[in-house]
């Protein structure tokens, strides 16, 4: 059983479009995030989302917003897409950050 | 200047050799853990340490965290090709995640 699975794997759209990744985790984790991935391979937050809270970086454009119907589920959607968005994300879940994070496999987009 | 810095960025080894990586930061973690993260893959986590000193061991891979909770080593005794890939320091200071600048390992038959 895949413990938490994004989709699409790959994703390449044109400049402007506006496109959704999708996460589900089956852990039951109470916080779900978004991590961005760079060239460099740096993982950066992009949001944390409970059942109560969602905490939002302040770097990450208004353009991306979490979507969440219920608590195994965290969707990305990302409005007027740019090249710069172009990147590995990242979904993952935890019970607590102290504990770790699972991560599901990552969401390559290409924006041409 | 990222909050955790690993060290060395790039490592490239012959099967059977040994290696250190270094995670260190000004900061106090509460805790501290290590991913590894294979090409077209998310993050893996190793393993969690929570006390300052603490060792603990995974196979071939030792894992330290230092007394002070400001720095951690990854130790793998003779590395093997499956050992290849990203590795990640992250933890937990003051309320707040980071993940460390990365550490990609290549182990060359």
């Known amino acids: 059983d895949t413990a938490v699975s994004q989709t699409p794997k790959y994703l390449v759209t044109q400049m402007g479009n506006d496109k959704s990744i999708k996460c589900e985790q089956n852990l039951g984790h109470d916080t779900m995030y978004w991590y961005k991935q760079d060239s460099k391979k740096f993982l950066k937050i992009m949001f944390s989302?409970?059942?109560?809270?969602?905490?939002i970086n302040e770097t990450v454009p208004n353009r991306f917003s979490p979507k969440s119907p219920d608590k195994a589920h965290l969707n990305l959607h990302i409005n007027s897409l740019e090249l710069g968005d172009s990147a590995v994300y990242f979904c993952?879940?935890?019970?607590?950050?102290?504990?770790?994070?699972?991560f599901g496999s990552g969401t390559r987009l290409t924006v041409v | 200047t990222q909050l955790l810095e690993q060290s060395p960025q790039f490592l490239s080894i012959q099967e059977g050799e040994n290696l250190t990586v270094y995670c260190n930061s000004s900061?106090?973690?509460?805790?501290l853990q290590w991913y590894r993260q294979e090409p077209g893959e998310g993050p893996v986590l190793l393993v969690t340490?929570?006390?300052?000193?603490e060792v603990k061991k995974l196979k071939r891979l030792t894992f330290q965290f230092g007394d002070a909770r400001k720095d951690s080593s990854l130790h793998i005794t003779a590395a093997q090709p499956g050992d290849t890939g990203l590795y990640l320091c992250?933890?937990?200071?003051?309320?707040?995640?980071?993940f460390g600048t990365g550490t990609s390992l290549t182990v060359i038959p």
């Open positions: 900061s106090v973690f509460s805790s």
């Open positions: 989302y409970n059942n109560k809270e969602l905490i």
């Open positions: 993952a879940s935890s019970r607590s950050r102290a504990t770790g994070y699972t």
């Open positions: 992250a933890g937990v200071t003051g309320n707040q995640f980071y």
């Open positions: 340490v929570v006390t300052g000193g």
